[in-house]
């Protein structure tokens, strides 16, 4: 995730202009994520009580997060999403949908919980029963007929329809989840918009294979994650369906819908891209995404092999004030791209490929190690500017992201415990990509870039926590870090970096 820095954005251009006039983008880096829109309420949470108390067969309502008990449910693991929407209208997004939910429980249940959130549910069953069910606020309650033992595979199907509910986020206040706007739909979840348009038991522990079936009128078009398996055109409609091969977090599942022209590459190791411009952009839009193939080439050789079968980015004809990595096809607002920058645009495009390895694949235990993504894709902003103008090229952006931080401390909390109304806080990720700094230079150059290999290695395809970073850090070092990690993660004074005589 990138989000749009207004507040403070020409104190930056400024400072960047002083700093370095060359290497420093005026675009976006490192500044404050935090609060953009004031007095929006968060209206999610359902604050229901916990029937699990007095019924250790009822699945939790809750995945156990630390910073949203309420985000997930408990109780079974799900394999597959299938996803089968029709949209009527696309102005106003009134649809009729279908999902098909196959799982397993992790215990016995009597009843277990989704998250989903507005429409006219029209039928549920559970293993092609009628199952009773239950909605209050996020919580979609289901009693299936037959209660259901530990390790039974089982296959919920919901049929639902109307238009999906406008939501913002705790966590974040813009808006959130299936987005209508003048010209098409786009889909933004990080961390808990995924329930506007689907069940889902939406946490990102829980990932999951998904295949998209929407069905849009003529001109639209889709773009989903995954790759485009088939296309059918039926008369005033087109069918579109994507499969995604690789389990994903429901966060990142996405369908956007427009006009799209499309744009297809590879990597010069082969890597297939496809990028999708909504079609009254302006020209040249693409520009600062021709280098996607060699970022590509570069971050698989330093992080490991791409994880995924594709990538590629859609813009879309709007102003959101944010990108996001949505998995094999990250998603950008139109005012994340500055024609008049293109090499510092390039950063975002570089920060939300990064999260294709860390984010996507590696994805987070727990919501509070929200660093370990954005730490993470700040500082391979940094990696791709080391790649473009060598080491006095990191060292001027470090020195910049530094002296932001140092400038303006109530915009960068610690990194290592964010709160909950302010997930995207700009300490995630100036200070979480500090921290990877600092670590680079405690360890030295081949240590760090093997526990970088290593961490993705062994995590890759699941979910990692910041003791399981740390642990990774420790084994390949060879040093006990809890100490640095103490200082760079949750303290609340910046430490100094003297090798770059910065914060004595
Ligand atoms: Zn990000």
Redesign the pocket.
């Known amino acids: 995730?990138?989000t749009a820095k207004k507040l403070l954005a020409l104190l930056f251009i400024a400072a960047a202009a002083l700093a370095c006039k060359t290497l420093i983008p005026t675009t976006a880096i490192g500044a404050p994520e935090s609060n953009p829109v004031e007095g929006t309420v968060a209206v999610t949470e359902a604050g229901i009580p916990s029937p699990e108390e007095s019924n250790p067969q009822v699945g939790s309502s809750g995945a156990g997060d630390s910073l949203y008990p309420n985000f997930g449910n408990g109780g079974y693991d799900v394999q597959n999403y299938l996803l089968d929407i029709t949209v009527h209208d696309v102005s106003i997004s009134d649809l009729t949908a279908t999902t098909t939910i196959a799982a397993t429980a992790t215990q016995d249940l009597v009843a277990f919980n989704l998250d989903f959130i507005g429409f006219d549910i029209t039928s549920l069953t559970v293993n092609g029963d009628p199952a009773a069910f239950s909605r209050s606020g996020q919580e979609l309650t289901i009693t299936p007929a037959k209660p259901l033992a530990k390790n039974e595979s089982f296959t919920v199907v919901v049929e639902y329809k109307g238009i999906p509910e406008v939501m913002n986020s705790e966590s974040l206040p813009v808006q959130m989840g299936w987005v209508i706007f003048e010209g098409g739909i786009f889909v933004l979840s990080e961390p808990d918009g995924a329930a506007t348009f689907y069940p889902v038991n939406d946490h990102p522990s829980d990932k999951a294979l998904f295949t998209f079936r929407v069905t849009v009128p003529k001109p639209y078009e889709v773009a989903a994650n995954g790759v485009l398996s088939d296309k059918k055109d039926n008369g005033d409609t087109t069918t579109y369906l994507f499969k995604l091969r690789d389990p994903m977090a429901s966060y990142l599942a996405t369908i956007n819908i427009g006009e799209f022209n499309e744009e297809t590459m590879q990597s010069p190791s082969g890597i297939p891209i496809r990028n999708y411009y909504e079609i009254n952009l302006p020209k040249g839009v693409n520009r600062p995404f021709a280098r996607q193939g060699e970022m590509l080439d570069y971050f698989s050789q330093i992080f490991g092999p791409y994880p995924f079968e594709v990538y590629g980015s859609l813009v879309m004809n709007t102003d959101f004030g944010a990108?996001?990595?949505n998995q094999t096809i990250s998603i950008y607002g139109m005012d994340m791209i500055d024609l008049n920058d293109v090499s510092g645009t390039e950063l975002t495009v570089a920060?939300?490929l990064s999260?294709q390895w860390f984010?996507d694949s590696v994805s987070v235990a727990d919501w509070s190690d929200i660093w370990l993504?954005?730490g993470f894709?700040?500082y391979s902003e940094g990696l791709w500017v080391e790649h473009l103008h060598g080491r006095a090229g990191l060292d001027e952006w470090i020195k910049y992201i530094y002296n932001e931080v140092k400038a303006f401390p109530e915009y960068f909390p610690a990194p290592g415990n964010p709160r909950a109304d302010d997930l995207f806080n700009g300490g995630v990720?100036s200070r979480g990509g500090l921290t990877l700094h600092a670590l680079r230079l405690e360890v030295g150059d081949d240590a760090f870039f093997k526990i970088l290999k290593t961490y993705y290695d062994r995590y890759k395809g699941g979910n990692a926590s910041t003791k399981d970073f740390i642990a990774v850090a420790e084994e390949v070092s060879g040093k006990d870090l809890k100490q640095f990690f103490d200082n760079w993660l949750y303290q609340d004074t910046l430490m100094p970096i003297p090798e770059l005589g910065l914060g004595k």
């Open positions: 995730m990138n990108a996001l990595e920060h939300e999260h984010g993504n954005e894709a700040t990720y």
